[in-house]
């Protein structure tokens, strides 16, 4: 990471932290993050997982696909979720495979701390490759 990018990991880690985290009792709040991206280029983002009944049924759906190679992280400032990330992983190869943080948080850098936090507990995990993007 540059300086730039470790500057603001740190920015975040005064205010806030990460754990895993049930994406299932988290529910709520990642909807809501969902919402606050809502416009991108004039289009909906993630048209599919602003219905709380949506997400709950396409998140109970992957739990049960994937189990234990399913983790969510979520990263909290003052006990609120404000951003959070789907990670699937086997062996030693993990894929993040959504990532959002909820716009109102920008100025905490909630992007780069948990980024950080992600890579550092994979790292810990024993994870040697992670495919992020799209």
């Known amino acids: 990471m ?8 740190r ?3 005064k205010h806030g932290v ?17 919402r606050s991206f809502i416009l991108k280029q004039g289009k909906l983002v993630f048209k599919h997982y602003i219905d709380p009944l949506t997400h709950y049924l396409a998140t109970k759906r992957r739990i049960e696909e994937y189990g234990n190679y399913f983790i969510v992280y979520g990263a909290f400032i003052n006990n609120r979720l404000v951003g959070y990330a789907y990670i699937l992983w086997y062996n ?8 959002m ?3 109102g948080y920008m100025k905490y850098a909630v992007s780069n701390g948990l980024l950080a936090s992600i890579l550092e507990d994979l790292s810990n995990k024993g994870i040697k490759y992670v495919y992020y993007g799209y």
């Open 2 to 9: 540059n300086k730039k990018a470790r500057n603001l990991v």
């Open 11 to 13: 920015k975040f880690r």
């Open 18 to 34: 990460v754990r895993i985290i049930d994406p299932i009792t988290y529910g709520k709040e990642i909807v809501e993050i969902n």
């Open 92 to 99: 030693n190869v993990a894929l993040i495979e959504r990532f």
């Open 101 to 103: 943080s909820h716009k």
